[in-house]
């Protein structure tokens, strides 16, 4: 069974050079978008075009499973209603969508539904309205240009193991649930999951000279050895699983450290909270700044932190013993990565 990011590629390169630019790809995009939905509690279905309610018509609404409940996807009354989980807007494979970001169509939209899912099909951008002004969130770039998304697609379409599809992917379940509450350990372990996901490829791809100092580090503190294939996957995967085990003890002591507390948690900070010498030492050695650097990771743990930022911690902490915290996170984040 292939990758659902791979038939978008597929389907998108079968059109290319014969169809109308923006529109011809809808079909496909919206395939990958209901798939994506469709891994999500509750669903989430992607409508194309649906009805104008003050803000013009967007290209797509982001629909969760609660409003289909009440209304069939192609009703008028659902139509007509807000999207939970906000619009898709389309623009052209050849132009650049930072031409558009801050026009007043998106401007519009933003405004009104709270949330917009930007894209060209090479890349997406996720805004939305906080406080009064536009807020940019998370971003994924395929391919610089369309001439290098053709030539790239051509490749990443044919091979469904490729890291690119499960980046695509894990970005679009993330967008889908931004807007969604974090209160359970089961909610912040699949957004967890999922930049974990993200930072094990980029650690894949990653020029093999950078990951040299890392793997000895780690080496060095466990005092075991990486060599072979085998070898590289299981440094790999012990690498990604202790940096964001390290990020959630860490913020769980420090919110036990003032549990009223109103700053924000830095995962740059995070070797500050550990309490077992055996952990803070082998977080530091993973999470040194170089490293990080290095292996592209720091968009990801800030990414991280925002979600971090974004959980209700009453609610989170109130399920639990604090001391049960981590444990009952772990297995879910397991599950999930």
């Known amino acids: 069974m292939s990758h659902p990011v791979a038939d978008y590629l597929h389907e998108l390169y079968l059109i290319s050079g014969v169809s109308v630019p923006e529109t ?3 079909p496909a995009l919206s395939k990958l978008l209901n798939a994506v939905g469709d891994s999500l509690k509750p669903k989430i279905s992607t409508v194309i075009n649906p009805a104008n309610n003050g803000a013009g018509i967007p290209d797509g609404g982001l629909y969760s499973a609660k409003e289909l409940r009440k209304y069939g996807p192609d009703e008028e ?4 209603l807000k999207p939970e989980r906000g619009v898709i807007e389309v623009k052209p494979l050849d132009k650049d969508l930072a031409a558009f970001e801050a026009s007043p169509q998106v401007r519009g939209y933003l405004e009104h539904y709270g949330q917009i899912l930007l894209t060209n099909y090479r890349a997406f951008a996720l805004w939305s309205w906080v406080g009064g002004k536009a ?12 001439k290098e998304f053709w030539n790239k697609i051509h490749t990443l379409r044919n091979d469904p193991k490729h890291p690119e599809h499960e980046r695509i992917w894990q970005f679009l379940r993330r967008a889908l649930l931004s807007t969604a509450r974090i209160a359970t350990p089961q909610d912040l372990a699949a957004f967890l999951a999922s930049y974990a996901r993200e930072a094990r490829a980029r650690v894949e791809i990653a020029p093999m000279g950078t990951l040299e100092p890392v793997k000895k580090a780690l080496s060095d503190s466990l005092g075991v050895r990486f060599e072979g294939v085998k070898g590289t996957h299981f440094f790999q995967s012990t690498l990604i699983q202790t940096l964001f085990y390290g990020i959630f003890s860490a913020w769980v002591l420090w919110h036990e450290e003032e549990q009223g507390r109103s700053d924000r948690f830095r995962w740059k900070s995070a070797v500050d909270h550990l309490g077992l010498p055996i952990l803070r030492s082998l977080f530091h050695q993973v999470a040194y700044p170089a490293n990080i650097r290095a292996l592209d990771l720091e968009e990801v743990l800030d990414w991280t932190e925002d979600c971090l930022a974004r959980v209700d911690r009453g609610s989170f902490f109130a399920r639990y013993d604090m001391g049960d915290a981590v444990q009952y996170f772990y297995e879910p984040f397991l599950a999930e990565f």
Do not use: F, M, Q, T
Not at 136 to 145: D, F, M, P, V
């Open 135 to 146: 807020v940019r969130g998370e971003h994924l770039l395929i391919a610089a240009s369309d």
């Open 24 to 26: 011809s790809g809808y």
């Open 77 to 80: 009354p659902l139509l007509k």
